[in-house]
Structures are given as structure tokens and as C-alpha cells.
């Protein structure tokens, strides 16, 4: 298990987050995720993905190894404090406001996949905002990489709000761009709804639904152009196949039907 921190880097005491596998009962397989976790994180450097500040290992003398909350040795990584996520803004969006930060995410996956990772968690919690208020992608606990698919700990892992089929089936020859899309199309759902697609009162329901049941309709709280709901339901779709291949055929989809943002756009506020 791990948690985020918060914490003050070098001389200049910049206020940083801190990541850190805090189980104080990791095995090594734990361990060895966390550091695949740091090193996806410097392989896709992007303005779309949080940045790795610096990395390092707790020392025996630490307050959280001499109060129990984590174990000398255990690994931490730091990146760049952010004003929140999309997650911690309390009312709707409209698609006026979400365009730019939907294409702004975009980006970051085109970047992630065109290096053969796939994200695997898309939610609105692990899409922070800078200080610029630009959207940055982050959380890579369960991303993968193509040549370590096969050797996947745990293949059907993730939200049950905003698993691809294909997730809660555990079929990693499926994962793919089109399954962080699936993700996309979920938040987007939630953003602009205030409601999961086909979210139940159990794990279990709720992933059963993923499998098998229909979409039901798209009732946004404030205006969307009906050109999005195609949009979304092809994303949405339960075959791979079925949705946009990646994210350059996401974007050609929102351009025809007139969904992307035109001219400056102001920064994302979250308040």
C-alpha cells in the first residue's frame, strides 16, 4: 500500500508530494511495482504527466519507520505539489469548461501510448492541476508496458467505476489506447452528470455492469452539444474494437462533431 505526503524538498524547502510505499509488510513483488511505477513515470516525461522530482529510499532514522507507518528502505518518490484534482471540484462541469482539460488528457495518453504504456486507472483523482491550471496525469501504480504485460500482477486491477470490459475480465491481450478511453469516457460521464454510467451498490455489481449492462442515458447537469453523446458511447463501447483505436481517432471524433475548444482557454479552476 502506499500513500501521498506532504513534504518540503532540498535548501530551498520547495513544498512538494510525496509518494511512498508505506506497508510496512511489502513483499518484493510490492516493492518491485512501486520502482516500475517510478521508472514509467521518468520514461514518459510530458507536461501532460506528472514530473518525478527526485527518488530515494527511507532511512532507518525516519519518524515514519520509528512510528511504524512504513519500513527503513522502503521506496518514495516526489513530484511537484498541484492545487488538486479534477476530482476535488464540487459541482458539475459543463462541456465548455471540460473541453480543454479533456484534450489536455488526450495528450498525455497519445504521449503515454505512442510508448507502449497504458494507464489503467483513468479517474478524475489521479488527473491533477498544476499551479498553471493545466491537467497533468498521474498514478502509474497499474500501468503497463507492452514487454511486461504477460507478467501482469493481478491483470484485472482498478476502479470498478472506470474498468474497461477487458479489465474486469483480465484479458491484458486486450488492454490497449482504447481501454484508457473507456476510463476517459467513464469520467467524463462523472464530471458532467455527477453520476458513474454504470456504477451499482456492490464492487461485484458494479463490474458485472462493465461486462453486461446498456448504457443508460446521458443526462448532463449543464449544457453539452448532442454531437457528444456518439462521442461518448462509441469510447464507451464494451468491444475494443468498437471504440476509437487511439488518440488521434478520439481527436478526429471530437473535431467533426465541432467538440473542441476554440481559441484561448482559460486555465481549470477546481474551486
Given at each position: ?9 532540498g535548501?530551498q ?8 510505499l508505506?506497508s510496512?509488510s511489502?513483499?518484493?513483488a510490492?516493492?518491485r511495482a512501486?520502482?516500475?511505477e517510478i ?9 501532460r504527466?506528472?514530473p518525478v522530482a ?8 525516519s ?5 511504524g507507518?512504513?519500513?527503513?528502505g522502503?521506496p ?16 458539475t462541469?459543463?462541456?465548455?469548461e ?11 495518453l497519445?504521449?503515454?501510448?505512442r510508448?507502449?504504456?497504458?494507464h489503467r486507472?483513468?479517474k478524475?483523482s489521479n ?6 491550471g ?14 511486461v ?7 484485472w486491477?482498478?476502479t470498478?467505476?472506470c ?15 482504447s ?21 451499482r ?9 462493465q461486462l453486461?449492462?446498456p448504457l443508460?442515458?446521458f443526462?448532463p ?10 462521442w461518448l458511447?462509441?469510447?464507451l ?5 468498437g ?6 481517432r ?13 481559441g484561448e482557454?482559460p486555465p481549470?479552476?477546481?474551486?
Amino acid at each position: 500500500m502506499s500513500q501521498v505526503w506532504t513534504g518540503l524538498l532540498g535548501p530551498q524547502r520547495t513544498p512538494v508530494a510525496v509518494k511512498i510505499l508505506t506497508s510496512t509488510s511489502a513483499d518484493g513483488a510490492e516493492v518491485r511495482a512501486f520502482k516500475q511505477e517510478i521508472r514509467l513515470l521518468r520514461l514518459t516525461r510530458h507536461p501532460r504527466v506528472v514530473p518525478v522530482a527526485r527518488v530515494g529510499e527511507i532511512p532507518s532514522t525516519s519518524k515514519l519507520v520509528r512510528h511504524g507507518l512504513a519500513r527503513a528502505g522502503a521506496p518514495w518518490y516526489a513530484m511537484p505539489m498541484a492545487q488538486g484534482s479534477l476530482y476535488h471540484r464540487t459541482r458539475t462541469w459543463s462541456w465548455s469548461e471540460l473541453a480543454t482539460p479533456v484534450v489536455q488528457i488526450l495528450e498525455g495518453l497519445d504521449h503515454l501510448h505512442r510508448r507502449g504504456v497504458v494507464h489503467r486507472d483513468l479517474k478524475p483523482s489521479n488527473m491533477l492541476v498544476n499551479h498553471d491550471g493545466d491537467v497533468m496525469l498521474a498514478d502509474f501504480g497499474l500501468a503497463l508496458r507492452p514487454q511486461v504485460r504477460t507478467r501482469t500482477l493481478m491483470p484485472w486491477a482498478g476502479t470498478p467505476v472506470c474498468m474497461a470490459p477487458e479489465q474486469v475480465e483480465g484479458r491484458v491481450g486486450d488492454f490497449g489506447p482504447s481501454t484508457d478511453l473507456y476510463g476517459l469516457g467513464c469520467t467524463i460521464w462523472r464530471l458532467m452528470t455527477g453520476g458513474w454510467p454504470l456504477k451499482r451498490t456492490s464492487q461485484v455489481g458494479t463490474r458485472m455492469a462493465q461486462l453486461q449492462a446498456p448504457l443508460p442515458d446521458f443526462e448532463p447537469a449543464q449544457d453539452a452539444p448532442e454531437s457528444l453523446v456518439p462521442w461518448l458511447r462509441r469510447v464507451l463501447s464494451k468491444d475494443p474494437a468498437g471504440r476509437f483505436a487511439n488518440v488521434d481517432r478520439a481527436l478526429e471524433g471530437l473535431s467533426r462533431g465541432g467538440l473542441l475548444p476554440r481559441g484561448e482557454s482559460p486555465p481549470v479552476r477546481i474551486s
